[in-house]
């Protein structure tokens, strides 16, 4: 009890949906790990559980397991798997929520797993190579941690970081080469649906970083569900509603406050340019992000 409470309930508190996931992810791989220790008793339940979280190809099991094409984004039974995961989600989350909010962070998670699911199982249902293993279900998070990677890099190709034996290097550089290895990959034996599952999380992710450069955020429509889901389960508060009653602005004050905001939005374009989107301060880019939806 000691350890949970100092340790993983404040974890578990922290309103970081980046810790969140990698949290969610990892919980859900040691439920696995203790269920495989019914393989002692010769009773399997841990592939009982995969079986029903897992995406099937067939699409008659996915029309039965219609909920797969969610759940599977966060299982994982490989230590080797989960860990190089969630190192990537880590490492390649902390550059996008450098410039992006919390919620497109976990938004984009789950988009970019659609996307490799439904990628995954319209090539395993029309790709003869493919079909014929189609018997073959898939989890991992790695669709979903490739739509972030890419969304990152496309949005700002220039950001570097350092690697251990390469030094210097700009991460649409590690994008691009882990979007070959996954191509070149399409062909083996091994595991064909993963790769296909991280091109469409690639695909996804460039798609928003895209959008967003021209002022659409493709993660909008998904947050406000979220926000509408989770706004079922807080308690009501129970405090009586209070009224205010907003003094109309006369058109001398409208003018003003307008001419003031708009003085504010060219300096931080001013910094931006002299700058660039990185010397900003959370407050400018908020302002600079509500001004390109108006």
């Not at 939005?265 to 910094?271: F, S």
């Amino acid at each position: 009890m000691g350890i949970y409470s100092n340790n993983i309930k404040p974890i578990l508190q922290r309103k970081d949906i980046l810790i969140r996931l990698i949290v969610i992810n990892v919980s859900i791989f040691l439920i696995l790990v203790v269920a495989n220790v019914t393989k002692l008793f010769n009773v399997d339940i841990t592939d009982l559980l995969v079986d029903y979280v897992a995406i099937p190809a067939r699409l008659d099991l996915l029309a039965e397991r219609f909920w797969t094409p969610l759940t599977y984004m966060f299982v994982h039974e490989n230590f080797l798997h989960i860990l190089f995961n969630m190192l990537m989600l880590y490492w390649f989350g902390q550059i996008f929520l450098s410039y992006f909010n919390p919620k497109s962070l976990g938004s984009l998670y789950i988009l970019g797993g659609l996307a490799g699911a439904a990628l995954f199982v319209l090539t395993f249902n029309t790709i003869p190579m493919f079909v014929q293993m189609n018997n073959a279900p898939m989890i991992g998070a790695s669709a979903s941690v490739m739509a972030i990677i890419f969304a990152a890099a496309f949005y700002r190709p220039d950001t570097e970081v350092v690697l251990f034996i390469f030094g210097r290097i700009k991460i649409i550089y590690i994008a691009l080469v882990i979007f070959v290895l996954d191509f070149v990959g399409l062909t083996s034996t091994g595991n064909p649906g993963g790769h296909i599952a991280h091109i469409g999380g690639a695909l996804m992710g460039y798609l928003y970083a895209k959008q967003y450069l021209k002022g659409k955020d493709i993660t909008r429509w998904l947050n406000k569900v979220i926000d509408s889901v989770v706004n079922l389960f807080k308690p009501k508060s129970k405090e009586k509603m209070k009224v205010k009653y907003k003094k109309r602005e006369n058109d001398y004050n409208y003018n003003q406050r307008k001419n003031t905001e708009t003085e504010e939005i060219d300096r931080i374009l001013d910094k931006l340019k002299a700058s660039g989107y990185n010397s900003l301060s959370k407050e400018e880019k908020k302002r600079l992000f509500d001004a390109s939806n108006k």
